[in-house]
């Protein structure tokens, strides 16, 4: 028999992904993410869910601390110097630890998207046990001493035959506790995310967010199809280089643009570190879509036919809106890769506009609705 409360605490995290999916295009559009980013977990802000706790009021007014008159509040706001309270309900925020397995999932579950499936040689998926609680049956190989002796010790304290000068805590069968585990797939394929970005002038701090938020989902999204995941990360303007992820998202330069170094500083980097024979490759773009010229149009529309596209899963290109780009370089894209350059899978060249945060949901979708 599952433990009761056991049985509370999967519903309460079922109501909290219910609330999620509810509002994931909220947390997307308007940056709820609290990123309290942890190595597994992220802060998600759940509202209007009341957990049941003993609350103690402010009895510093009460009956006999003052004047008063017989019916008068006791203890109520608003009575002070400073004018009436409000008399509005407030709104409860909770903050829930989510790990990313279980935000990538209830993304997958909201966008309906299909698992990727792997290329290369690394295509084994393995069967691992995650343990997930605590019951009070089970066998003797998954019994949790530390839960055990703590259940014995609270049950000798409130029958008060816990002695300090001689503290020996003997567990009864009621005592016992025992680990309880599911059973989960755990893709082992490598996998190589190379985020390229234009940074010139045209590319401002609200482009740069919305870049951010993408970039996120992204990752999220395919380390949860993928065990082993690097991420690397390229920045541009005329000319560009490989930076760290923090100066991915701060760097900022006044320049020009042209969006070919970046797509050959890529392809220098595949070669010398990811064998497309062992690595799935994501290539993603964002710019706004202005570049230098229409000779460098063509040369990066060469670079992709040629040396981009036969090596990776997916090349995804996507546009920020930005008052001062010209937004050409999607056209450019869409007219050289009309069919996205297909293979047996699929489109592997794949294009989104997002014109401000609420088409990010959308944007996701259109990246990986192909199950790449």
Same mark, same amino acid.
Request: with cysteine; aromatic share 8%; charged share 30%.
């Given at each position: 028999?599952?433990?009761?409360?056991?049985?509370?605490?999967?519903?309460?995290?079922? +109501?909290?992904?219910?609330?999620?999916?509810?509002?994931?295009?909220? %947390?997307?559009?308007?940056?709820?993410?609290?990123?309290?980013?942890?190595?597994?977990?992220?802060?998600?802000?759940?509202?209007?869910?009341?957990?049941?706790?003993?609350?103690?009021?402010?009895?510093?007014?009460?009956?006999?601390?003052?004047?008063?008159?017989?019916?008068?509040?006791?203890?109520?706001?608003?009575?002070?110097?400073?004018?009436?309270?409000?008399?509005? /309900? $407030?709104?409860?925020?909770?903050?829930?630890?989510?790990?990313?397995?279980?935000?990538?999932?209830?993304?997958? /579950?909201?966008?309906?998207?299909?698992?990727? #499936?792997?290329?290369?040689?690394?295509?084994?998926?393995?069967?691992?046990?995650?343990?997930?609680?605590?019951?009070?049956?089970?066998?003797?190989?998954?019994?949790?001493?530390?839960?055990?002796?703590?259940?014995?010790?609270?049950?000798?304290?409130?029958?008060?035959?816990?002695?300090?000068?001689?503290?020996?805590?003997?567990?009864?069968?009621?005592? &016992?506790?025992?680990?309880?585990?599911?059973?989960?797939?755990?893709?082992?394929?490598?996998?190589?995310?190379?985020?390229?970005?234009?940074?010139? $002038?045209?590319?401002?701090?609200?482009?740069?967010?919305?870049?951010?938020?993408?970039?996120?989902?992204?990752?999220?999204?395919?380390?949860?199809?993928? /065990?082993?995941? /690097?991420?690397?990360?390229?920045?541009?303007?005329?000319?560009?280089?490989?930076?760290?992820?923090?100066?991915? *998202?701060?760097?900022?330069?006044?320049?020009?643009?042209? +969006? =070919?170094?970046? %797509?050959?500083?890529?392809?220098? &980097?595949?070669?010398?570190?990811?064998?497309?024979?062992?690595?799935?490759?994501?290539?993603?773009?964002?710019?706004?879509?202005?570049?230098?010229?229409?000779?460098?149009?063509?040369?990066?529309?060469?670079? &992709? #036919?040629?040396?981009?596209?036969?090596?990776?899963?997916?090349?995804?290109?996507?546009?920020?809106?930005?008052?001062? $780009?010209?937004?050409? *370089?999607?056209?450019?894209?869409?007219?050289?890769?009309?069919?996205?350059?297909?293979?047996?899978?699929?489109?592997?060249?794949?294009?989104?506009?997002?014109?401000?945060?609420?088409?990010?949901?959308? =944007?996701?979708?259109?990246?990986?609705?192909?199950?790449?």
């Amino acid at each position: 028999m599952v433990n009761t409360i056991e049985q509370d605490h999967q519903r309460f995290r079922q +109501i909290v992904h219910g609330k999620i999916r509810k509002d994931l295009r909220r %947390f997307l559009s308007r940056g709820e993410l609290l990123g309290k980013e942890g190595k597994r977990y992220v802060s998600i802000p759940v509202h209007d869910i009341d957990i049941p706790t003993f609350r103690y009021g402010d009895n510093s007014g009460g009956v006999g601390m003052g004047e008063g008159q017989e019916g008068d509040g006791v203890g109520q706001p608003g009575q002070g110097k400073n004018g009436q309270g409000g008399d509005a /309900e $407030g709104q409860h925020l909770l903050e829930v630890d989510v790990s990313l397995e279980e935000l990538a999932d209830i993304l997958a /579950e909201e966008l309906r998207l299909p698992r990727i #499936k792997p290329r290369g040689q690394h295509r084994i998926t393995t069967i691992k046990d995650k343990y997930t609680g605590v019951r009070p049956v089970g066998p003797a190989s998954l019994r949790h001493f530390k839960r055990t002796y703590r259940e014995a010790l609270k049950r000798q304290l409130a029958m008060g035959q816990y002695d300090p000068d001689n503290p020996v805590i003997v567990p009864i069968k009621n005592d &016992l506790r025992y680990r309880t585990w599911n059973e989960v797939k755990k893709p082992q394929s490598n996998a190589v995310i190379v985020y390229m970005m234009d940074v010139s $002038g045209s590319m401002g701090d609200e482009q740069k967010e919305l870049v951010r938020l993408e970039a996120f989902w992204i990752d999220t999204w395919l380390r949860r199809n993928y /065990e082993g995941i /690097e991420s690397r990360y390229i920045v541009h303007d005329v000319r560009a280089q490989e930076v760290d992820k923090k100066t991915f *998202f701060s760097v900022r330069e006044d320049g020009g643009t042209r +969006i =070919s170094s970046a %797509f050959v500083c890529c392809k220098e &980097l595949l070669a010398q570190h990811y064998d497309p024979a062992d690595w799935n490759t994501y290539l993603f773009h964002f710019s706004d879509g202005d570049n230098s010229s229409d000779a460098d149009n063509r040369t990066c529309v060469k670079i &992709l #036919k040629e040396q981009l596209l036969p090596v990776c899963n997916m090349f995804g290109y996507c546009q920020v809106a930005s008052a001062y $780009g010209s937004g050409s *370089f999607i056209n450019v894209l869409t007219e050289a890769f009309p069919n996205g350059e297909p293979d047996e899978s699929g489109p592997k060249l794949i294009t989104s506009k997002v014109s401000g945060r609420d088409d990010l949901l959308d =944007s996701l979708r259109t990246f990986f609705k192909a199950g790449r």
